[in-house]
């Protein structure tokens, strides 16, 4: 009478055992002599068939049994000769743990739009396909902290709640426990956050990077995975106000290095949940050439999910500059009527995302990685190059995402830094923590930052970056 999860039965197929399961009712067909009920424990995609006979679970039992209820069955693992399933369990007892009303529970069996489940967020988990996806989700997150542990990193924690606006970009979700109503107020008329919580304004974090340079300035080689909050107001498949990055930051390392570290890490936990997540990506990849067959015939993708992340690991990235790319996008022709508008850049001007949607599947048709942009569009802790105009910045673009990460070597250059940081008004005085550790044993180093709900998307083939976290933040949205 061992508890069991319907994962470990079809892995280890215990015939002849006596077991409990615990889960989800996904449906129920019953005639006069036999129900059948196929359950789900979300340990794995399958359900499980509970073979139940009138004769032994009683009628009143069975009756309070639909779709969404949970129960507590125990039985014999036997041979199923049904296809699809090796083996299939029959009840020896039944228990309904908790009912799920027909009239009311959301979830019936027929295919429900994202757009309807994400209103029902609190739910959607208990779906096939959000099932699959927060699996992958988990696979993924293993194979970040595997990949950095075989390597010698060491995983770093880095604030929530911090001063620094790390990016500069001014988009930060303000924390402060004043009351905005009536704060206090300075001789000069301004709040006063001396009478803050933390005695001065204080903000969620956009970025573990300045605190992880720190710790690459001690350790070596570190990585943070944490959530990261941005207040942009951009309303899209990519953005989100609360999302996940892992920030390697590596002391001694230079551009290339960290170019070279980036990909092979990508294609490390790509291969990893090929490799671990099997089931659930085939489903995903059915999932997604279903979608793809529904759209018209030039927005759809050439490879099918599988095909895709086995390429990407199978094929080295293009590593183009910035002003290479630039060329590239000057030279091709513009097309009105087709997806890609827009192709006439100029140098210094930020690349949009169907700028590198065009190299990335258009032009190279796999991985990019630019490097060398124009300082005026980038942070300001980025290296220098000689050429005064451009510093070694990478961004990676992936086909059907875009950026993906985004990174560069470290200015090291205390001189150079400060210049910098006086050009775009930074206080010094602000940054000191920072400063010192170009003060004192300052190294050449580098890192970047994966966006993970990105490479969630990629993996799984979601279109909606609101579908791969469970608690979506977006603008005008943190219900749950
Ligand atoms: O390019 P970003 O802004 O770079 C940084 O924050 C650096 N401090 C990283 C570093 O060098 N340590 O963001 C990094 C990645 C982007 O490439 C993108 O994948 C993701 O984070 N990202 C977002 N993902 C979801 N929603 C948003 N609003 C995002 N903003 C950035
Ligand atoms: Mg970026």
Known sequence: NKRSKIRSILEKKPIGDQVTLMGWVRTKRSNKNITFIALNDGSIIQNYQIVA????????????????????????????????????LVAESLEVLGEADPEKYPLQPK?????????????????????????????LSF???????????????????????????????????LDPKNPPLTPEGEIDYKEDF??????????????GELAAMALSEVYTFGPTFRAE?????????????????????????????????????IKYALENSPKDLAFLDKRASDENAKKPANERSEMGLLERLKFIID????????????????????????KFKYLIEEWGADLQSEHERFLVEKHFK????????????????MKQNEDDKTVAAMDILFPGIGEIVGGSQREDNMEKLTCRMGQLDISEEELFWYLDTRRFGSVPHSGFGLGFERMVQFVTGMGNIRDVIAFPRTPGSAEF
């Open 366 to 381: 796999k991985p990019v990685i630019i490097t060398d942009y124009p300082k005026d569009i980038k942070a300001f802790y």
């Open 143 to 177: 194979a970040i902290h595997q990949y950095f542990h075989e390597k010698g990193f060491y995983y770093i924690h880095t604030p929530i709640i911090t001063a620094s606006d790390a990016e500069g970009a001014g988009e930060t979700f303000k924390v402060t426990t």
């Open 198 to 211: 933390f005695e001065r304004e204080t903000n969620l974090t956009v970025s573990g990077q300045l605190e």
């Open 53 to 88: 006979d009138p004769n032994v679970i009683d009628e009143k039992t069975l009756r309070r049994i639909t779709t969404g209820a949970s129960i507590k069955v125990t039985g014999k693992v036997v041979a199923s000769q049904g296809a699809g399933q090796d083996s299939e």
């Open 315 to 338: 094929n080295e990235f293009e590593r183009i500059t910035y002003t290479e790319a630039i060329e590239i996008l000057k030279k091709s022709k513009p097309n009105k009527k087709k």
């Open 233 to 269: 107001n951009s309303n899209t498949t990519r953005h989100l106000a609360e999302f996940w990055m892992i920030e390697p930051e590596m002391a001694f390392y230079d551009a290339e290095d960290n170019q070279d570290l980036a990909e092979d890490f990508l294609k490390y936990i």
């Open 111 to 139: 295919k429900h739009s994202l757009e309807f489940l994400r209103e029902i967020a609190h739910l959607r988990m208990r779906t096939n396909t959000f099932g699959a996806v927060f699996r992958v989700r988990h696979a």
